[in-house]
């Protein structure tokens, strides 16, 4: 055992609550270390070659220390991130508030899944301060070159025709510099024409439209939490380690918790390690803040379980995937060109409101999306009959042009035919989400984390998003495809919530609405497990403003103690 220093507050996590609540508390004055299980990820460092991403996956013990991390449970299958910046390193930017009226107040006793103790007044300046660090801006379609991006425009009016609310998100990609039109690939500068530093100490672009976001974008163009709550954590004193996975955690005696963590040296990337024999670092804190995201915070929590016996019950309760599901539109009519890898991953959405707003039903809204040119080329290697079929008749036609010795030498027109209308751009990705039902439970067998959750309690739901998705492709004269696995009763989610739900009382959540957790003063839990239900957009923002909320209260009580 290694022991270590005293720190004001210990963050386990820096994804959307960890990073929020890292700034806030360092700025504030107080000695905050942030542990980070993965590696902090420059632009040009995210994987791309067939080889890089092989061993692009987070497992240690078989030298693993890349960036996606995928959970699998028998009713859904999770990708999360393991890196400086968590998930938004690998999101699509998407920043949305949670509609105002599905902050729901269900009551248990009479059936309901969900009860928010927040309300979308107390959130909204906490909303503005985070969009505020974030500076998001949408989409610039309508200037040039961005007003000929073939997926925004074909979904856009795909959508009017199939009489849905269409409109431009915020996104948290920075298109154009301050004051200053939006140019694909220029470096990104403050107002006074600076570069803006970060802590990587690198040079970002402004976002070159390659549809990279989900992968990592090494440009630089996404706003990702390294490059603003991390970066002015860091310059307020915070101390961030990388590469420590955090084992356990307990309260202290006389007051306040120690946290053990583990150390993953860049040496042993790509090597098998025995990582139950890592040697332990012990750190000691006040406060503990609990932000290793929806399935690290619960299993952590499930795992120290006996080091806190007061823990509410309802550890593990009101998992929700966010209503996600993927659905495909292809083979758009003709030579329709659709280009899913012209703009970032997602430019534009759709809304279909909740009965509680005007609608039917459970609300949601599906989003278009794109990826890499480097899927493209997977698409259409993956479509080699149809190619093969498109080369055969080249060679046929040359064929006969040297048999009937035509003197034509260009070859332009028989080329272009070859490459014509390929598959890859008549294709569009659509992303649902919305108000599912939440009554996951996790749980520990055998030291693994389980999930029970099944399609049953959400499957009108689910019909319903599956039936715009479908009127969409048929207005884009395409045929529609739901994910696969969804013949296997399993979705896909990237917005897993809950799991430490907050509540009115114990008996209700693991934390109250500040995000302390009942009977435990000083430990915290910040993140998308603190979700009752589902937030219903993405919910990125609402995790970061929800931890802003929580700052506030650790931050205005470390004021009470320290007046004299």
Same mark, same amino acid.
């Given at each position: 055992?290694?022991?270590?220093?005293?720190?004001?507050?210990?963050?386990?996590?820096?994804?959307?609550?960890?990073?929020?609540?890292?700034?806030?508390?360092?700025?504030?004055?107080?000695?905050?270390?942030?542990?980070?299980?993965?590696?902090?990820? *420059?632009?040009?460092?995210?994987?791309?070659?067939?080889?890089? #991403?092989?061993?692009?996956?987070?497992?240690?013990?078989? /030298?693993?220390?890349?960036?996606?991390?995928?959970?699998? !449970?028998?009713?859904?299958?999770?990708?999360?991130?393991?890196?400086?910046?968590?998930?938004?390193?690998?999101?699509?930017?998407?920043?949305?508030?949670?509609?105002?009226?599905?902050?729901?107040?269900?009551?248990?006793?009479?059936?309901?899944?969900?009860?928010? *103790?927040?309300?979308?007044?107390?959130? =909204?300046?906490?909303?503005?301060?985070?969009?505020?660090?974030?500076?998001?801006?949408?989409?610039?379609?309508?200037?040039?070159?961005?007003?000929? %991006? *073939?997926?925004?425009?074909?979904?856009?009016?795909?959508?009017?025709?199939?009489?849905?609310?269409?409109?431009?998100?915020? +996104?948290?990609?920075?298109?154009?510099?301050?004051?200053?039109?939006?140019?694909?690939?220029?470096?990104?500068?403050?107002?006074?024409? @600076?570069?803006?530093?970060?802590?990587?100490?690198?040079?970002?672009?402004?976002?070159?439209?390659?549809?990279?976001?989900?992968?990592?974008?090494?440009?630089?163009?996404?706003?990702?939490?390294?490059?603003?709550?991390?970066?002015?954590?860091?310059?307020?004193?915070?101390?961030?380690?990388?590469?420590?996975?955090?084992?356990?955690?307990?309260?202290?005696?006389?007051?306040?918790?120690?946290?053990?963590?583990?150390?993953?040296?860049?040496?042993?990337?790509?090597?098998?390690?025995?990582?139950?024999?890592?040697?332990?670092?012990?750190?000691?804190?006040?406060?503990?803040?609990?932000?290793?995201?929806? !399935? /690290?915070?619960?299993?952590?929590?499930?795992?120290?379980?006996?080091?806190?016996?007061?823990?509410?019950?309802?550890?593990?309760?009101?998992?929700?995937?966010?209503?996600?599901?993927?659905?495909?539109?292809?083979?758009?009519?003709?030579?329709?060109?659709?280009?899913? #890898?012209?703009?970032?991953?997602?430019?534009? %959405?759709?809304?279909? *409101?909740?009965?509680?707003?005007?609608?039917?039903?459970?609300? !949601?809204?599906?989003?278009?999306?794109?990826?890499?040119?480097?899927?493209?080329?997977?698409?259409?290697?993956?479509?080699?009959?149809?190619?093969? +079929?498109?080369?055969?008749?080249?060679?046929?036609?040359?064929?006969?042009?040297?048999?009937? =010795?035509?003197?034509?030498?260009?070859?332009?027109?028989? +080329?272009?035919?070859?490459?014509?209308?390929?598959?890859?751009?008549?294709?569009?990705? #659509?992303?649902?989400? &919305?108000?599912?039902?939440?009554?996951?439970?996790?749980?520990?067998?055998? @030291?693994?984390?389980?999930?029970?959750?099944?399609?049953?309690?959400?499957? %009108?739901?689910?019909?319903?998003?599956?039936?715009? #998705?479908?009127?969409?492709?048929?207005?884009?004269?395409?045929?529609?495809?739901?994910?696969?696995?969804?013949?296997?009763?399993?979705?896909?989610?990237?917005?897993?919530?809950?799991?430490?739900?907050?509540?009115?009382?114990?008996?209700?959540?693991?934390?109250?609405?500040?995000?302390?957790?009942?009977?435990?003063?000083?430990?915290?839990?910040?993140?998308?497990?603190?979700?009752? &239900?589902?937030?219903?957009?993405?919910?990125?923002?609402?995790?970061?403003?929800?931890?802003?909320?929580?700052?506030?209260?650790?931050?205005?009580?470390?004021?009470?103690?320290?007046?004299?």
């Amino acid at each position: 055992m290694i022991s270590g220093e005293h720190f004001a507050a210990v963050v386990i996590g820096s994804g959307f609550g960890g990073s929020v609540m890292a700034y806030r508390l360092a700025d504030a004055g107080l000695k905050v270390c942030v542990l980070e299980r993965g590696k902090p990820y *420059p632009p040009g460092s995210f994987a791309r070659t067939p080889a890089d #991403m092989s061993t692009n996956f987070w497992n240690p013990s078989e /030298g693993g220390q890349g960036l996606f991390s995928v959970w699998s !449970f028998p009713g859904i299958e999770s990708v999360v991130s393991a890196g400086l910046g968590g998930g938004s390193l690998i999101y699509a930017n998407v920043l949305i508030r949670k509609d105002e009226k599905w902050f729901v107040k269900e009551d248990p006793a009479a059936g309901g899944f969900e009860y928010w *103790p927040v309300t979308r007044q107390d959130l =909204d300046p906490h909303y503005d301060r985070v969009e505020a660090k974030l500076l998001p801006q949408t989409y610039p379609v309508n200037q040039s070159p961005y007003d000929s %991006t *073939p997926k925004t425009i074909a979904f856009r009016a795909a959508a009017a025709k199939a009489g849905l609310q269409w409109f431009l998100p915020n +996104l948290a990609v920075t298109f154009a510099n301050p004051g200053r039109p939006a140019v694909p690939g220029e470096p990104i500068v403050d107002g006074n024409g @600076r570069p803006l530093a970060n802590l990587h100490g690198r040079t970002r672009y402004t976002c070159r439209l390659v549809g990279e976001c989900d992968v990592g974008c090494n440009y630089g163009s996404k706003n990702s939490l390294d490059y603003n709550y991390l970066t002015d954590a860091k310059n307020q004193g915070a101390e961030i380690r990388t590469r420590s996975e955090v084992r356990s955690f307990a309260p202290k005696d006389g007051g306040g918790y120690w946290v053990r963590y583990v150390e993953h040296h860049p040496e042993n990337e790509n090597v098998k390690t025995e990582t139950s024999t890592l040697p332990e670092v012990e750190l000691t804190t006040d406060r503990l803040i609990v932000s290793a995201g929806v !399935f /690290g915070s619960t299993f952590l929590l499930l795992k120290n379980r006996g080091s806190f016996p007061h823990l509410s019950p309802t550890l593990g309760t009101h998992f929700s995937g966010n209503g996600d599901l993927l659905g495909f539109a292809h083979r758009s009519r003709g030579d329709r060109n659709l280009d899913p #890898m012209q703009g970032p991953v997602i430019t534009s %959405t759709v809304r279909v *409101p909740d009965e509680l707003d005007g609608g039917v039903g459970r609300g !949601f809204y599906v989003q278009e999306g794109g990826f890499p040119q480097f899927v493209g080329w997977m698409l259409e290697a993956a479509n080699t009959p149809h190619q093969f +079929l498109r080369v055969a008749q080249f060679l046929v036609n040359q064929a006969e042009a040297a048999i009937e =010795d035509s003197p034509q030498s260009v070859l332009n027109g028989e +080329l272009e035919a070859l490459l014509k209308a390929p598959d890859s751009a008549r294709v569009m990705l #659509m992303l649902g989400m &919305g108000r599912d039902v939440p009554n996951g439970i996790m749980s520990l067998r055998d @030291r693994w984390l389980q999930l029970d959750w099944t399609l049953t309690a959400s499957r %009108t739901y689910y019909d319903r998003v599956q039936a715009t #998705m479908a009127a969409i492709a048929a207005e884009l004269g395409a045929d529609f495809t739901i994910n696969p696995l969804w013949y296997l009763r399993k979705v896909i989610t990237v917005h897993g919530l809950g799991g430490c739900p907050m509540g009115r009382d114990e008996n209700e959540g693991v934390v109250d609405s500040n995000g302390a957790v009942f009977n435990y003063p000083g430990l915290y839990v910040a993140d998308g497990s603190v979700m009752p &239900g589902p937030v219903g957009p993405n919910p990125s923002l609402t995790i970061a403003a929800l931890a802003d909320r929580f700052a506030d209260g650790i931050v205005d009580s470390a004021a009470q103690i320290s007046r004299p």
